[in-house]
C-alpha cells in the first residue's frame, strides 16, 4: 500500500469524552487516554511513511468548555510536551503549532516554544498540532497579514503562503474518530480537495490498525479534482 500513501494526514481526535463516561470516568480521564493514542499514533504514522501529521488538540471553540476540563487538558499538554520533547529527539520527530498564541499560559506557551526550537533541525515525520486553532481565525489572519503588508490584492497563493504554516501541505487525508462527520472550524482553507474518512471508533481506541484501514480506504480512491 505505499503507492497512493498521502503525504499528509490531519486527524480531529474525537471523542474522548464518551469513552470515559462508557466506563463511567471523568473526562479528563478519556483525554488521558486521548494522549495516548496520541503517542501511539506518530508512531504509527512514522512506521507507515506519512511524512506531515496534523491533530487538532485544542478548537477556539473548546474555551466554551468548563474551566476545570480547560485546566486539566492544559496541564495534560504540558505534560505530554516535556515527554514529547526528548521523544522527538531520539525519533527524529519535528514539531510545530498551528493556532492562536492568544489565551495560552505561559506554562504552555513555554513548553511549546521549547518542543519546537527543539525539534526544528529533526528530518523525520512532522507533527503539526493544531492547538488553540480555529480555520476562520487563520484565514483572517492571513488575510490581515496581507493588508499590513501593504497589498491592494490578494490571490489564492498569496493566502496559503500567510497560513499558520504555510510550509505543510494540504491534507490529503482527513480523519475524524467518534462518528461525528463535520470540521468543526479545522482546516476550512486547505480541505478543499482532500477526502475524508470518518469512523465510530473513539479517540482513545485509535491505533495502528485503525490507521491503517483510513489508509486502505484511501487507496482505493480516484481524485478527480473537478476533472473527468
Ligand atoms: C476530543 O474529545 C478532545 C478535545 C476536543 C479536546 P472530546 O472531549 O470532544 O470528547 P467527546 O466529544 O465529548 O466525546
Ligand atoms: C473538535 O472536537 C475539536 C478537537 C478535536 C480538538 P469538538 O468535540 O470540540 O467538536 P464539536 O463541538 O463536537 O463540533
Ligand atoms: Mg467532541
Known amino acids: 500500500m505505499a503507492n497512493n500513501l498521502p503525504l499528509h494526514i490531519a486527524i480531529i481526535m474525537d471523542g474522548n469524552g464518551r ?26 504514522a512514522q512506521q507507515v511513511g506519512i511524512k506531515f501529521l496534523t491533530l ?10 468548563p474551566q476545570d476540563e ?19 529527539q531520539k525519533k527524529n520527530y519535528r514539531l510545530l503549532i498551528s493556532g492562536s498564541r492568544e489565551k495560552l499560559s505561559t506554562a504552555v506557551l513555554q513548553r511549546i516554544d521549547r518542543a519546537v ?13 493544531a492547538l488553540n486553532y480555529g480555520a476562520r481565525q487563520e484565514i483572517v489572519h492571513a488575510v490581515n497579514a496581507l493588508i499590513a503588508a501593504g497589498k491592494k490584492e490578494i490571490s489564492m497563493e498569496d493566502v496559503s503562503a500567510n497560513l499558520y504554516q504555510p ?35 473513539l479517540w482513545p481506541d485509535f491505533n495502528a490498525q485503525e490507521l491503517q484501514k483510513a489508509l486502505n480506504s484511501y487507496a482505493q480512491r480516484t481524485r478527480r479534482f473537478g476533472g473527468i
Open 167 to 201: 510550509q505543510v501541505p494540504e491534507p490529503e487525508l482527513i480523519i475524524r474518530t467518534s462518528g461525528e462527520e463535520r470540521l468543526s472550524n479545522f482546516l476550512l482553507w486547505q480541505a478543499a480537495y482532500s477526502e475524508f474518512y470518518f469512523t465510530p471508533v
Open 70 to 88: 480547560i485546566d486539566g487538558l492544559m496541564d495534560l499538554l504540558c505534560k505530554t510536551l516535556d515527554t514529547y520533547t526528548d521523544e522527538a
Open 56 to 65: 487538532y488538540a485544542f478548537s477556539t471553540e473548546n474555551w466554551s468548555r
Open 117 to 129: 526550537q527543539n525539534t526544528m533541525q529533526n528530518t523525520g515525520l512532522t507533527v503539526n498540532l
Open 19 to 44: 469513552w470515559a463516561k462508557n466506563r463511567r470516568l471523568p473526562r479528563l480521564a478519556g483525554h488521558r487516554a486521548g494522549a495516548e493514542a496520541v503517542k501511539r499514533t506518530i508512531e504509527a
